[in-house]
C-alpha cells in the first residue's frame, strides 16, 4: 500500500522537479517525459491498490464464511505483510476459540454423565431405602442391614427350609372386646403388638402377619445368632413376661385383663410369595406351619406348648416338662408335646 501511495504521487513530482532543475531540459521536454511516467506510476499504483484492496475483500469474505458456518478451516491468503498478520492471529484466536469450544464439549458430555450417574444413585437409593422401610416392619433392624447385604435376595426365593414358627393368640379376646369400645380395643391390640413385635424383632424372628389378635411370628428365614427354635422359645418367654407386666400395669389403671397363649413349632415349611396377581404376601405354609398354630389352641393363658422337633433342638437350655401325645384336629397320629416352664 505505501509502495502504491509513492507511485501515484511522490515519485512522479520528485522526478519531475529533478529532471527541471538539474537535468537542464526545457519545461516542454520535461513535461513530455513526465506524462508517461505519471501514467505508469498511476496505472502501477492503481493495480497494487486494487490488489490489496482484493486482498482485503477475500480477508473479509473468509471471516464471513468462518461466522456464518460455511467453513472451518483456517484462512489461507497471499498478501502484504499486515493482512498476512492480521490473518495469522484470526486463524490464531479461532485455534484457541476451538479448544475452548472442544472443552466446554468434554465437560458438557462428563456432566451429562455426572447427572446420569446422580439420577441412577439417587434412584437406587430411594429405592433401597423404601425397602428398608418396608423390611423394617416385618424384621428388626439388626436383622434389615443382613437382607439388604444378601445378594441372593434373603427373602425373594420361593423354598423349602427348615424354620421355627411361633403363633401367640389373646385368650377369650372376643368376649374381652365385647366390653370395650372399639376405640379401647385398637388401642389395646396396637399397644400389645407394639411389645410383642419388638420382642419378635430383638430375637432375629420375622413377623409373618397379624390375624385378628393373633400374632405369627417366623424364625430361621435369615441367617443370625443362636439357632432358630432356640430364638422362638426364648421370644415366647420374654413374650410372657411382657404380657404379665402389661397386665400388672392396666390392673392398676382398672382396665380389662387378658393372657396369651403360645405354641411353637419346628419342621420343613415352604417360603415363598403366595396370593394373587393384585395382593402378594411372603408367608410359610405347610404342616410345620398348621401344628404350630394347634399348639397354640391347645395353650392356655400364660402356656408355651413347643412341639417335639423344638424340643429335641434345645434339651437341656429351657426347664421343659412333656404333656405326652396329644390328638389334634385334621392329625392322624398323635403329636408329642411339651410345656416350656418359667423360672
Request: charge should be negative.
Amino acid at each position: 500500500m505505501l509502495a502504491a501511495l509513492a507511485l501515484m504521487a511522490i515519485i512522479p513530482y520528485l522526478l519531475f522537479v529533478y529532471l527541471y532543475v538539474f537535468g537542464k531540459i526545457s519545461a516542454t521536454e520535461t513535461i513530455i517525459f513526465y506524462i508517461p511516467v505519471v501514467l505508469f506510476s498511476t496505472v502501477t499504483g492503481y493495480s497494487l491498490i486494487r490488489k490489496s484492496a482484493d486482498d482485503v475483500f477475500h480477508l473479509s469474505n473468509e471471516t464471513r464464511m468462518l461466522q456464518t458456518g460455511e467453513k472451518s478451516d483456517p484462512i489461507q491468503i497471499q498478501a502484504d505483510r499486515e493482512l498476512n498478520e492480521i490473518a495469522s492471529n484470526f486463524n490464531s484466536l479461532l485455534g484457541r476459540l476451538d479448544q475452548v469450544k472442544r472443552k466446554n464439549q468434554e465437560q458438557a458430555t462428563q456432566l451429562m454423565v455426572y447427572s446420569r450417574d446422580l439420577a441412577l444413585s439417587y434412584q437406587r437409593t430411594k429405592q433401597e431405602e423404601e425397602l428398608r422401610n418396608r423390611l423394617s416392619r416385618y424384621v428388626g433392624n439388626n436383622l434389615v442391614e443382613k437382607l439388604m447385604d444378601a445378594k441372593g435376595g434373603g427373602l425373594v426365593k420361593t423354598e423349602r427350609r427348615e424354620v421355627t414358627v411361633l403363633f401367640a393368640d389373646i385368650r377369650s379376646f372376643t368376649s374381652i372386646a365385647e366390653r370395650m369400645t372399639a376405640e379401647e380395643v385398637v388401642f389395646l391390640l396396637n399397644q400389645y403388638f407394639s411389645v410383642m413385635v419388638d420382642i419378635v424383632f430383638k430375637n432375629n424372628g420375622l413377623l409373618d402377619k397379624f390375624v385378628g389378635d393373633q400374632l405369627i411370628a417366623v424364625f430361621g428365614l435369615v441367617e443370625s445368632s443362636g439357632n432358630a427354635s432356640e430364638n422362638a422359645i426364648r421370644t415366647a418367654l420374654e413374650m410372657q413376661e411382657a404380657t404379665e407386666a402389661m397386665m400388672k400395669k392396666r390392673l392398676q389403671e382398672n382396665q380389662e385383663l387378658f393372657e396369651v397363649g403360645i405354641g411353637v413349632n419346628t419342621g420343613q415349611a415352604i417360603i415363598g410369595n403366595i396370593g394373587s396377581a393384585n395382593r402378594m404376601d411372603y408367608t410359610v405354609i405347610g404342616d410345620c406351619v398348621n401344628i404350630a398354630a394347634r399348639l397354640e389352641q391347645m395353650a392356655l393363658g400364660g402356656e408355651i406348648i413347643i412341639g417335639e422337633q423344638t424340643f429335641l433342638e434345645n434339651s437341656g437350655q429351657f426347664t421343659i416338662e412333656s404333656r405326652g401325645e396329644v390328638y389334634v384336629k385334621n392329625k392322624m397320629e398323635p403329636l408329642i408335646c411339651y410345656n416350656v416352664l418359667r423360672n
